[in-house]
Every structure is written in structure tokens, then in C-alpha cells.
């Protein structure tokens, strides 16, 4: 059974600092990794897309990929009110598993 | 570019009812998706389509869940009979394809079910 971990949350993080969301995956054989933002009532829209080992950096976003151990996170920098959501991470190899995501909530 | 349609948004039945769920995908995308997701959980896929055929169905509950794709564009994801259980939130997604590294799934609106 491919499982894909994410702490449940929720995580709570002061307006201007950095939010770390962690996700760890069970199949080593996965090749490519996505992080989905799920606002309350809304479906998920994807914001991060990583598929090598290192950073990758998109705006106040940065995805984190470590193969070896298994493990991929999300940076968001100087989180905003707006930043408030479930954040999801979801994980391919020949199909995409889901973790149960994250729920983030940005103190002002 | 229009986006990922679903209808109705809204569906409240009694146990052993059915309900029908129609889903239309970003025009060209090659690849549907009918997820299920109960609150607080991620989604769960049900059935995967490329195209008119089905690529992956092994977490659909045959017994009582169906659906099909004809002519490879719009879906239906139907219900019968429905369980108390079954109430969650069914989102369709579309893809332009599920091969590779990156395949973006664009969402619809989802439609929420409860099941009294």
C-alpha cells in the first residue's frame, strides 16, 4: 500500500514568518511530486511541482525534495492571512497518491 | 479557457436513493478523474479515464458506483444505491494526459453530497 504522510495539522504560524509544511512517501520508485493549496469549500489548485533533489523556487514558495530519505516540503515565506488553507501533497509514479494534507492558518 | 464544469454543486438524498453526478472537462484534456473526498481526508480517486477507456477503477465500489465516459469528453459518476457513508465532496478533475513527470490536474467546483 503507497501511502503519502503530511501532519494533519493544524499548523499555526504568525503573519510574516516562514510556514514548513512536511510530507514523507512510501514508494521509493516515485518520480515526481506536487503540492496543492485547498482553501476551505474550494478544490485543490496546484502551486509547486518538484521532481529533482533540491530546492525549487517559485515566488514566496520554495518545494524541497530529499529522494534518500523520502521526504518533500514547502517552504512559504512571509506568510500572508491569504496563505490560510489545507495545503496537500500528492505523489506520482505511473498515478498520483494523495497525502490528507496539511491545514495552515496564518496569524495577522 | 473555460474551466472543469460539474453539476449540481449541491445533492441531499435518503439512504438507498441514487444520484447521478455530470462532469465536463477543460476541452483537449485527454485525461478525466472522479475523486472522492470526506471532509478532513485528501482525495481519493475513484476512476481514472484516458480518452473514453478506463485507466485505473480499483478503488470504485462496483457494487454501487458506476460511470462511464462516452465519446471521450464529458463524464457521469453515479450512485445506487447510496449509503450514509457516502457523503462526501466528488470532484471531477481533467488532464491533458497522466503519462511523464508533470501532469497538472485542473479541478471542477465539486459537488457536495449528503446522504440522510
Known amino acids: 500500500q503507497k501511502e503519502v504522510e503530511q501532519n494533519s495539522g493544524p499548523l499555526s504560524v504568525p503573519e510574516g514568518a516562514i510556514a514548513s509544511l512536511n510530507c514523507t512517501y512510501s514508494?521509493?520508485?516515485?518520480?515526481?511530486f506536487f503540492w496543492y493549496r485547498q482553501y476551505s469549500g474550494k478544490s485543490p489548485e496546484l502551486i509547486m511541482f518538484i521532481y529533482s533533489n533540491g530546492d525549487k523556487e517559485d515566488g514566496r514558495f520554495t518545494a524541497q525534495l530529499n529522494k534518500a530519505s523520502q521526504y518533500v516540503s514547502l517552504l512559504i515565506r512571509d506568510s500572508q492571512p491569504s496563505d490560510s488553507a489545507t495545503y496537500l501533497c500528492?505523489?506520482?509514479?505511473?498515478?498520483?497518491?494523495w497525502g490528507a494534507g496539511t491545514k495552515l492558518i496564518i496569524k495577522p | 479557457e473555460a474551466g472543469v464544469a460539474q453539476s449540481p454543486r449541491y445533492k441531499i438524498i435518503e439512504k438507498r436513493q441514487s444520484v447521478a453526478f455530470w462532469c465536463n472537462p477543460i476541452s483537449g484534456h485527454a485525461t478525466l478523474y472522479w475523486y472522492q473526498q470526506i471532509l478532513g481526508q485528501g482525495p481519493k480517486l475513484l476512476i481514472q479515464f484516458q480518452n473514453n477507456g478506463v485507466v485505473d477503477d480499483s478503488q470504485l465500489p462496483k457494487d454501487r458506483f458506476s460511470a462511464e465516459r462516452l465519446k471521450g469528453v464529458d463524464s457521469t459518476l453515479k450512485i445506487q444505491p447510496a449509503k450514509l457513508e457516502d457523503s462526501a465532496v466528488y470532484l471531477c478533475?481533467?488532464?491533458?494526459?497522466?503519462?511523464?513527470?508533470?501532469?497538472?490536474?485542473?479541478f471542477g467546483p465539486g459537488t457536495r453530497l449528503t446522504v440522510l
Open positions: 514508494d521509493r520508485g516515485s518520480q515526481s
Open positions: 478533475a481533467s488532464s491533458l494526459g497522466s503519462g511523464g513527470l508533470y501532469n497538472e490536474q485542473f
Open positions: 500528492a505523489v506520482k509514479d505511473y498515478q498520483l497518491i
